[in-house]
């Protein structure tokens, strides 16, 4: 006689009403706050799908906190690195372990997804002598936040929103409870209006060369490497490969402990970025390592 099999739990659907969700994470620092719907996410790869980790999954809530605009201006700083990725991580999955505790109180599983710095899995495509490397993340926040409103992936291959441009950090909730969703914004098809009104002047300043202006598109080699064309390309990859690849939660573990990164040295692309509004408070922006002369007056 074979053991019966146990009746599969269904959740059940409870509202929370989205003020109230969006209330509490900006009550407690968060500058930006936007929900998804789950249907609206692609199960065609897994870092994009939030049901990868939590099956039951509902809402998707995305909240950023912005870098002091000082701090973000320019890189490499001591301030930058602290205020504008250790602490502001720090602040960001303490606020989600907070979020996800608060809406277990009210019945609901939710589970707090890491900001950023937890690269799961390094691809190379091509060797040297022009390495081509992708590597992957457990969530795509950026692809999550664009769903949820907060803003647009940009020539730069960031989420660029309208008040801080790529001046925020990203952080996100998968929840079962059922919370009213934001408008989406469009993903991946062509670049915002903004980028071409801007003519791609992070594309241009690009230390590294690995921005082509392709929707979301970004040579993570070039990118790491800063200054490919001074390096060894086979060494370069060597190491890349060494320090980024590994069993998933291992290199995880490693990305972010930073133990095997750390933070990169470069912001151009977003400290160049004109949708932020935090150029109104100088006339006199930074200099920073890839500006051209003539760049000065046009980003204000």
């Not at 973000?72 to 301030?79: C, E, K, V």
């Not at 200054?227 to 290199?251: C, F, H, Q, W, Y």
């Not at 133990?259 to 109104?280: N, Y």
Request: aromatic share 8%.
């Amino acid at each position: 006689m074979s053991a019966s099999r146990p009746a599969e739990r269904r959740l059940a659907i409870v509202d929370v009403p989205a003020a109230e969700a969006k209330g509490y994470l900006r009550d407690h620092g968060a500058d930006l706050v936007g929900v998804a719907d789950v249907g609206r996410f692609s199960r065609a790869e897994a870092h994009r799908d939030p049901r990868t980790h939590l099956r039951w999954t509902r809402s998707v809530v995305v909240f950023a906190k912005r870098v002091p605009f000082a701090s973000a201006t320019p890189y490499p700083s001591i301030t930058g690195i602290q205020f504008g990725d250790f602490n502001l991580e720090h602040q960001l999955n303490e606020l989600a372990y907070r979020f996800a505790l608060w809406l277990e109180d009210r019945g609901h599983i939710a589970m707090p997804m890491p900001a950023g710095r937890d690269a799961v899995s390094l691809e190379v495509r091509q060797g040297a002598p022009e390495p081509e490397i992708r590597l992957t993340g457990s969530f795509d926040l950026r692809y999550a936040a664009v769903l949820a409103g907060l803003g647009q992936i940009g020539a730069n291959g960031l989420l660029i929103s309208e008040a801080y441009g790529s001046r925020i950090r990203l952080c996100a909730v998968l929840a079962t409870a059922e919370i009213a969703p934001d408008a989406p914004l469009p993903f991946g098809d062509r670049l915002p209006d903004f980028c071409h009104a801007c003519g791609y002047r992070c594309v241009q300043a690009c230390p590294a060369g690995a921005l082509t202006a392709r929707p979301g598109h970004v040579e993570h080699y070039r990118c790491l490497a800063i200054r490919p064309e001074r390096v060894d390309p086979e060494a370069t990859l060597n190491r890349l490969v060494k320090d980024l690849s590994g069993k998933p939660l291992i290199m995880a573990a490693k990305m972010l402990s930073y133990t095997s990164a750390a933070p990169h040295p470069c912001a151009t692309c977003a400290t160049l970025c004109p949708m932020d509004r935090g150029r109104a408070l100088t006339p006199d922006p930074y200099l920073r390592e890839g500006w051209a002369a003539e760049d000065l007056d046009q980003v204000l």
